[in-house]
């Protein structure tokens, strides 16, 4: 299962941790973990594309994201990738656990 949890402070989200396989079909066959690599990706292009900083650090099977001074530009754009899977595990249910923290 993919873990995305969002760090939000006073209801404005400030970054987002993404880890784990989807578990839908074999490595390289898994349409859900290539949707979510690719909505990640998206994510971080765009935040950087507006202006917005953000502290990114990638690791073995993980990504984790914080906007250095969130906005409402970044909060957008991070309520946006949040909507996104969202959608994913409506299509593909067990796949994604999606939670929140007030950090």
Do not use: W
């Not at 979510?36 to 507006?50: G, P």
């Not at 969130?70 to 595990?89: I, W």
């Amino acid at each position: 299962m993919i873990c995305a949890e969002f760090y939000e402070t006073k209801g404005v989200t400030k970054g987002f941790s993404i880890s784990g396989h989807a578990g839908y079909a074999d490595a390289g066959q898994d349409v859900v973990c290539a949707a979510v690599s690719s909505a990640v990706q998206l994510t971080v292009n765009v935040l950087d594309a507006l202006g917005c900083e953000a502290d990114v650090k990638i690791g073995s099977n993980v990504i984790r994201c914080m906007v250095k001074d969130e906005d409402k530009t970044s909060d957008t754009v991070l309520g946006q990738l949040r909507l996104h899977l969202e959608a994913v595990l409506e299509e593909f249910p067990k796949t994604i656990k999606i939670t929140n923290s007030e950090v």
